[in-house]
Protein backbone atom coordinates (compact mmCIF):
# COMPACT_ATOMS: atom_id res chain seq x y z
CA UNK A 1 0.00 0.00 0.00
CA UNK A 2 2.95 2.38 0.40
CA UNK A 3 3.21 2.99 -3.84
CA UNK A 4 -0.42 4.49 -3.78
CA UNK A 5 -0.34 8.61 -3.95
CA UNK A 6 -3.06 10.57 -4.26
CA UNK A 7 -1.11 13.69 -5.78
CA UNK A 8 -2.04 14.72 -9.12
CA UNK A 9 1.16 14.72 -11.54
CA UNK A 10 0.87 18.26 -13.81
CA UNK A 11 0.94 17.14 -17.29
CA UNK A 12 -0.78 13.83 -16.68
CA UNK A 13 -4.46 15.26 -17.13
CA UNK A 14 -2.98 17.37 -19.73
CA UNK A 15 -1.49 14.07 -22.12
CA UNK A 16 -4.87 12.16 -21.14
CA UNK A 17 -6.78 15.03 -22.49
CA UNK A 18 -4.70 15.14 -25.69
CA UNK A 19 -4.94 10.65 -26.22
CA UNK A 20 -9.08 11.13 -25.61
CA UNK A 21 -9.38 13.99 -27.92
CA UNK A 22 -7.10 12.00 -30.45
CA UNK A 23 -9.28 9.63 -30.41
CA UNK A 24 -12.64 11.50 -30.73
CA UNK A 25 -12.42 10.95 -34.51
CA UNK A 26 -12.34 7.02 -34.10
CA UNK A 27 -15.08 6.64 -31.86
CA UNK A 28 -16.95 8.92 -34.44
CA UNK A 29 -15.97 6.55 -37.17
CA UNK A 30 -17.19 3.46 -35.37
CA UNK A 31 -20.38 5.30 -35.02
CA UNK A 32 -21.10 5.79 -38.76
CA UNK A 33 -19.70 2.64 -39.36
CA UNK A 34 -21.69 0.46 -37.27
CA UNK A 35 -24.93 2.47 -38.76
CA UNK A 36 -24.01 2.52 -42.25
CA UNK A 37 -23.48 -1.01 -42.03
CA UNK A 38 -26.77 -1.93 -40.00
CA UNK A 39 -28.51 -0.07 -42.90
CA UNK A 40 -26.73 -2.02 -45.54
CA UNK A 41 -28.01 -5.14 -44.66
CA UNK A 42 -31.45 -3.44 -43.70
CA UNK A 43 -33.43 -5.03 -47.03
CA UNK A 44 -32.99 -8.33 -45.91
CA UNK A 45 -35.07 -8.08 -42.46
CA UNK A 46 -38.80 -7.50 -42.76
CA UNK A 47 -41.64 -8.08 -40.79
CA UNK A 48 -42.61 -6.26 -36.93
CA UNK A 49 -39.23 -7.97 -34.97
CA UNK A 50 -36.84 -6.05 -37.69
CA UNK A 51 -38.91 -2.47 -37.15
CA UNK A 52 -38.45 -2.55 -33.71
CA UNK A 53 -34.61 -3.75 -34.29
CA UNK A 54 -34.69 -1.11 -35.86
CA UNK A 55 -36.42 1.34 -33.36
CA UNK A 56 -34.34 -0.07 -30.67
CA UNK A 57 -30.67 0.50 -32.90
CA UNK A 58 -31.85 3.80 -34.22
CA UNK A 59 -32.39 4.87 -30.46
CA UNK A 60 -28.99 3.49 -29.43
CA UNK A 61 -27.17 5.10 -31.88
CA UNK A 62 -28.80 8.39 -31.40
CA UNK A 63 -27.68 7.52 -27.89
CA UNK A 64 -24.40 7.24 -29.30
CA UNK A 65 -23.57 10.36 -31.23
CA UNK A 66 -23.61 12.13 -27.85
CA UNK A 67 -20.26 9.53 -26.76
CA UNK A 68 -18.01 12.06 -29.15
CA UNK A 69 -19.26 15.13 -27.45
CA UNK A 70 -18.87 13.59 -24.11
CA UNK A 71 -15.57 12.40 -24.65
CA UNK A 72 -14.47 15.63 -25.91
CA UNK A 73 -15.80 17.61 -23.26
CA UNK A 74 -14.03 15.40 -21.10
CA UNK A 75 -10.97 15.95 -22.73
CA UNK A 76 -11.49 19.81 -22.10
CA UNK A 77 -11.96 19.34 -18.05
CA UNK A 78 -8.77 16.82 -17.91
CA UNK A 79 -6.95 20.26 -19.68
CA UNK A 80 -8.81 22.26 -17.01
CA UNK A 81 -7.52 20.41 -14.16
CA UNK A 82 -3.87 20.69 -14.81
CA UNK A 83 -4.10 24.04 -15.35
CA UNK A 84 -6.17 24.55 -12.30
CA UNK A 85 -3.55 22.14 -10.34
CA UNK A 86 -0.73 24.76 -11.52
CA UNK A 87 -1.68 27.79 -10.73
CA UNK A 88 -2.84 26.70 -6.97
CA UNK A 89 0.53 25.35 -6.58
CA UNK A 90 2.36 28.27 -7.72
CA UNK A 91 -0.50 30.51 -5.15
CA UNK A 92 0.60 27.96 -2.15
CA UNK A 93 4.36 28.31 -2.96
CA UNK A 94 4.38 31.93 -3.30
CA UNK A 95 2.15 32.19 0.08
CA UNK A 96 4.54 29.75 1.83
CA UNK A 97 7.70 32.40 0.07
CA UNK A 98 6.33 35.25 1.25
CA UNK A 99 5.09 33.71 5.16
CA UNK A 100 9.31 31.98 4.87
CA UNK A 101 10.38 35.36 4.39
CA UNK A 102 8.76 37.54 6.94
CA UNK A 103 9.79 34.80 9.56
CA UNK A 104 13.21 35.22 8.12
CA UNK A 105 16.51 33.34 8.24
CA UNK A 106 16.91 31.21 11.15
Do not use: C, N
Not at 32 to 56: C, L
Request: aromatic share 6%; charged share 20%; glycine share 8%.
Amino acid sequence: MGDVTTELELGAQTRARAEIAGDVPAVEKLLKDTAMAVQAEAPGFTGSAAAHFYDALGAWLKAGATIPVALAAYAAKLGQTDAAVAASQARSAEAYRRAHSRLGPR
